[in-house]
């Protein structure tokens, strides 16, 4: 007998008894929705899930552990699409903003399970202690998180009561979904969210004098971080001379960046961030060849705009180890999958070979990309490039290299 034939009929059974699982579980939510908790048996949901009464007590202790176990698998799907939601979205407000759309949305879209959370977890005084429950908590430290950052990069009030606003604004969500599913005055709660906003804004955001005050400052350091580190480098460059050419005070530097090295790894994250933003309106045409296109030029575009940001970005940003491990390497990271995604979208409908591989063709682009501009900037900054030309063949080459001839 050999290792395959050991493992194999092990292996048959553990995906049978995950599709038992969630046979049980899909059909405990069906009934207890139709039927309401109490009024829902054991026999009924044995029934629509095609297996017998005491299957279900094989893999759940009773009609509570089941009801417990429906919410928590939904919970762990709410929170993995929360966490895909905020990918790329930089500063404590924004992903706040995205956050609670994201909410109500998922509430809007998964009906079933938000009506077992507040009609049936919520009124079972067993539920704050289940494990499901310390589980559901995930979204009271996500809250209670993203307030506390607000209030760190000033753009939050200092005086709020972290706990006291996570409850409010987690208590609004759950009465939008009650007037959903209960009350019934809407038929989706997302429509409310800016409402919402309007009421949450006053309550969170700094007087709008004290948050421009801070912003305009953190812009200026920023810039003059740019300038200096490209004519004395990273390592000359000290903190009083970014405050002296920023026209500010060395302890306000520390009131909006760690350190030095913060004050370099935020040079890109606004800029990836305003630019993925951007990405939206740039690729408003259905032809993928002339979306990637578009896409290229306007790659040079974002650093050719500014020599400085480029220069700080090819020699002290982009291979260096602590950049990876940075909120703006997560910007970068989004901005360059809408590469990728664009790439797969070419070979789904049939405009780019079936057998490119996206991440070596990511490679190729971003490769020419950074000798291209070392050449033009560093290597042989005093030559005289036609770079758009340069740009324009360097567009064509890739797409021949992607394109199904036709």
């Given at each position: 007998m050999d290792i395959k034939?050991?493992?194999?009929?092990?292996?048959?059974?553990?995906?049978?008894?995950?599709?038992?699982?969630?046979?049980?579980?899909?059909?405990?939510?069906?009934v207890m929705?139709?039927?309401?908790?109490?009024?829902?048996?054991?026999?009924?949901?044995?029934?629509?899930?095609?297996?017998?009464?005491?299957?279900?007590?094989?893999?759940?202790?009773?009609?509570?552990?089941?009801?417990?176990?429906?919410?928590?698998?939904?919970?762990?799907?709410?929170?993995?699409?929360?966490?895909?939601?905020?990918?790329?979205?930089?500063?404590?407000?924004?992903?706040?903003?995205?956050?609670?759309?994201?909410?109500?949305?998922?509430?809007?879209?998964?009906?079933?399970?938000?009506?077992?959370?507040?009609?049936?977890?919520?009124?079972?005084?067993?539920?704050?202690q289940s494990n499901t429950y310390k589980l559901f908590r995930r979204y009271s430290g996500l809250v209670l998180c993203i307030i506390q950052e607000g209030i760190s990069e000033g753009v939050f009030r200092s005086d709020i009561n972290p706990p006291l606003v996570r409850d409010i604004i987690l208590g609004v969500l759950d009465f939008e979904a009650?007037?959903?599913?209960?009350?019934?005055?809407?038929?989706?709660?997302?429509?409310?969210?800016?409402?919402?906003?309007?009421?949450?804004?006053?309550?969170?955001?700094?007087?709008?004098?004290?948050?421009?005050d801070k912003v305009e400052k953190r812009q200026a350091i920023i810039k003059a971080a740019l300038r200096l580190f490209v004519e004395k480098g990273?390592?000359?460059?000290?903190?009083?001379?970014?405050?002296?050419?920023?026209?500010?005070?060395?302890?306000?530097?520390?009131?909006?960046?760690?350190?030095?090295?913060?004050?370099?790894?935020?040079?890109?994250?606004?800029?990836?961030?305003?630019h993925l933003c951007q990405l939206e309106e740039i690729f408003n045409v259905k032809n993928k060849s002339r979306k990637l296109r578009r896409f290229i030029r306007d790659h040079f575009r974002l650093y050719l705009d500014d020599h400085n940001f480029l220069i700080i970005y090819l020699l002290m940003i982009q291979l260096n180890r602590r950049f990876t491990k940075?909120?703006?390497?997560?910007?970068?990271?989004?901005?360059?999958?809408?590469?990728?995604?664009?790439?797969?979208?070419?070979?789904?409908?049939g405009s780019f070979s079936a057998e490119c591989n996206i991440r070596v063709f990511r490679n190729l682009f971003l490769g020419a990309f950074?000798?291209?501009?070392?050449?033009w900037f560093i290597v042989s900054e005093h030559e005289k490039v036609d770079k758009f030309k340069e740009i324009s063949g360097l567009t064509d080459l890739l797409l021949d290299s992607v394109e199904v001839k036709k």
């Open positions: 034939s050991i493992l194999l009929p092990e292996q048959e059974t553990f995906k049978e008894r995950k599709n038992v699982v969630k046979k049980i579980l899909k059909a405990g939510s069906k929705n139709e039927m309401g908790f109490a009024r829902s048996k054991m026999k009924d949901i044995a029934k629509e899930a095609g297996v017998t009464e005491p299957t279900i007590y094989q893999y759940f202790k009773g009609k509570e552990d089941l009801l417990f176990s429906i919410v928590e698998s939904q919970v762990e799907d709410s929170l993995l699409y929360l966490y895909e939601q905020i990918q790329g979205i930089t500063g404590a407000y924004n992903i706040l903003r995205k956050v609670l759309w994201a909410y109500l949305r998922y509430n809007d879209t998964n009906r079933d399970y938000i009506s077992l959370v507040l009609l049936e977890c919520r009124a079972n005084r067993n539920f704050y009650y007037t959903v599913l209960v009350i019934r005055e809407i038929k989706e709660a997302a429509p409310d969210f800016e409402h919402l906003m309007r009421l949450l804004d006053p309550i969170l955001l700094q007087p709008l004098n004290v948050v421009d990273f390592a000359g460059a000290t903190i009083s001379d970014i405050a002296g050419f920023a026209g500010v005070s060395d302890s306000a530097i520390y009131e909006c960046f760690k350190n030095k090295e913060d004050i370099l790894l935020s040079i890109p994250e606004d800029r990836f961030a305003r940075s909120r703006a390497f997560n910007s970068w990271r989004s901005y360059i999958k809408v590469f990728e995604e664009l790439v797969q979208e070419g070979m789904d409908e950074t000798h291209m501009s070392l050449r």
